[in-house]
């Protein structure tokens, strides 16, 4: 099999195949070797088990394959597994899953695949996502809780800095916030549409997602606390009390400006300048009455 890194080898083997890039699924190939080691290295599976999310034709599996202990490649798309197949054919260590990411069970599939052990320790997760699911996908692995060490993954630039944003900032939202609940985010590289193909019309970046061992903050009801963070960003222009009270919430304003005072938060201030501690602060006084 020849190299896949180039423009004209990923539409050579899409067109021998009879395939084409999938806009619904968000099919943008990689071209790049480079940014294909990148992701690879920042990923750390050395030795390690890998899921990875969309392998499409196989750009990243192939070079997390030659690292890694165990590389299970889970990809949504029937058609382009049998080029997958092709393409990966000279590695014992790669299996193929069809199945959708924001369905799947990891700690199951990990099990199944590797065994029950590697499932127990803990394995990685790298990825070029599909961009059109990157925050359902991100939110399934976190919310189920899988045993997941570290996930490396390629998204838009715009949803890379919001999920990396500090309070203050435009960028800092309930996305935010909620994964840094979960997760240390970290800039791996930014990386320009020229090494895509077909090149999508924004900026990306790659992030590294480092799980918290312990949550960073004491939350006894998780749920309420993520209900309240989005209720707060729901209205960004308005202030904190008029957010919360106006919210699928329905809270009281004179219980509002009771857990506010509370938390020595002001009311009238707005949920971007909120930090994760305030946020879990005023939920536990807000779950208090
Ligand atoms: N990894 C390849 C690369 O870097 O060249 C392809 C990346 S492409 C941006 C996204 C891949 O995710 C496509 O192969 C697409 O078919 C697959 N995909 C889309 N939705 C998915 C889902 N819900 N679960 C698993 N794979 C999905």
Sequence with gaps: MESIYSPRAVRDLLKKNGLHAKKSLGQNFLTDRNIVQKIAEAAEVDYDTVVEIGPGIGALTLALAARAEQVIALELDKKIVPVLREVTSGFANITIVEGDAVKENFDTLVEGVAGPQKAREGYRVAANLPYYVTTPIIM????????????????????????????????????????????KPSLVTKVPPTVFLPQPEVESAVI?????????????????????????????RKTLLNALS?????????????????????PKTRAETLSIEQFADLSENLSAW
């Design 208 to 236: 590294r997602l480092d799980k918290h061992k312990s949550p960073p903050v004491n939350i006894s009801n998780k749920e309420f606390f993520f209900k309240v963070v989005r209720a707060a960003f729901g209205k960004r």
């Design 140 to 183: 399934h692995l976190f919310e189920k809780d899988f045993n997941i060490k570290s996930m490396v993954f390629m998204m838009q630039k715009e949803v890379a800095d919001r999920i990396m944003a500090e309070p203050g900032g435009k960028d800092y939202g309930s996305l935010s916030v909620v994964v840094q609940f979960f997760a």
């Design 246 to 266: 106006n919210s699928a919430l329905k809270l009281d304003k004179t219980l509002i400006q009771k857990a506010c005072e509370k938390s020595g938060i002001d």
